[in-house]
C-alpha cells in the first residue's frame, strides 16, 4: 500500500495552466500504474490519464487529451498533471490513484486502483 497526497489545486480562469503534484509515502511507487481521476457532485469518478509502471505508456480521456500531461518521477515517488487550455468543464476534485495489478485494458476503470488521495479541487472560472 502506498499513502497519495494530491497538491496545487486551485481557482484559475479559463485557459490557464495548473500542475497538480501526487507525493507517495509508506512505499516507493516503482511497481505501481498510477492514474488521475476527478469527480464533480452527483457524477460518477471520471478517468483523466494513466500512466503504465515504468512510464512507458500513458493513457487520457477524450476531454483531456492534447492538453494534459501525466508525467512520474519514480525516483522521488511523485505523480504529476500538467493541465493547459483550462475549461470550466474541467472543475472537478481531482484524485490521484495508484495500483499494482492494473489490467491495462480496464486501466479507465476506477476500480483497478486501490490507492488513492484525497483529492484537490480545481475551479476553473470562465
Known amino acids: 500500500q502506498v499513502q497519495l497526497v494530491e497538491s496545487g489545486g486551485g481557482v484559475v480562469q479559463a485557459g490557464d495552466s495548473l500542475r497538480l503534484s501526487c507525493v507517495a509515502s509508506?512505499?516507493?511507487?516503482?511497481?505501481?500504474?498510477v492514474a488521475w481521476f476527478r469527480q464533480t457532485p452527483g457524477k460518477e469518478r471520471e478517468f483523466v490519464a494513466a500512466?503504465?509502471?515504468?512510464?512507458?505508456?500513458?493513457y487520457y480521456g477524450d476531454s483531456v487529451k492534447g492538453r494534459f500531461t501525466i508525467s512520474r518521477d519514480n525516483g522521488k515517488n511523485m505523480v504529476y498533471l500538467q493541465m493547459n487550455v483550462l475549461k470550466s468543464e474541467d472543475t472537478a476534485v481531482y484524485y490521484c490513484a495508484a495500483g499494482r495489478r492494473v489490467i491495462t485494458s480496464s486501466r479507465r476503470n476506477h476500480n483497478q486502483y486501490d490507492n488513492w488521495g484525497q483529492g484537490t479541487q480545481v475551479t476553473v472560472s470562465s
Open positions: 500512466m503504465s509502471r515504468t512510464g512507458g505508456f500513458t
Open positions: 509508506e512505499n516507493s511507487l516503482s511497481g505501481y500504474a
